[in-house]
Every structure is written in structure tokens, then in C-alpha cells.
């Protein structure tokens, strides 16, 4: 199965590459739970900015984009971040 030449949303791999730091620095939940939540909602914030060659190199990407997209992504995540804190799910069990 070759998922390689589906559009691929570019902005949910900065989201994921920009979260573990981000988790550490704020002390947010790290499960698994708490980590979906935030790309989720984070995601939900943010323009989608689809690709076609997937399996890139991030770092190139990242690079490439503007600062002022950096930026959006790293609020966007910060308030996903502060969204989940205050109101965690990990421990409803209802998925
Ligand atoms: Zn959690």
C-alpha cells in the first residue's frame, strides 16, 4: 500500500515536528490522548497547505516557509496547547 502520491497536508508535519518542544515548554499532558487533541485543534486553526510529493525533507520545508506562517503555527499550537490544559480528555475514556 503507497499512500505517495495522495495530496498530503504539509502543515500537520510542521505541527508535529514544532509539538515536543512545545509540550516540554509549556509542561502540557504528553500522552497520546492529549497530543491528538492538541494537532487536532490546532489544525483546525490553521489553513491547510496541501503537497503532492510526501516523504519530503521537513527541515527543507520548514525553511521554505515564510516566517509569518511559522509564526501562525506556532500560536496556533500554543493556544491548542492552552485549550487542552485547562480542559484535558485523557481521562474520559470516550474516544
Ligand atoms: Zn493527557
Redesign the pocket.
Known amino acids: 500500500m503507497s499512500a505517495k502520491k495522495l495530496p498530503k497536508n504539509i502543515i500537520e508535519d510542521l505541527i508535529i515536528y514544532k509539538l515536543d518542544d512545545l509540550i516540554q515548554s509549556t509542561g ?8 491528538a487533541d492538541i494537532i487536532a485543534i490546532a489544525l483546525n486553526k490553521l489553513p491547510s497547505r496541501y503537497v503532492t510529493s510526501a516523504g519530503g525533507d521537513i527541515m527543507a520545508r520548514m525553511q521554505s516557509m515564510d516566517d509569518q506562517t511559522q509564526a501562525n503555527i506556532t500560536t496556533a499550537i500554543l493556544k491548542a496547547i492552552e485549550q ?1 490544559k485547562k480542559k ?4 474520559r475514556g470516550d474516544y
Open positions: 502540557v499532558c504528553s500522552c497520546d490522548r492529549c497530543r487542552v484535558p480528555h485523557h481521562d
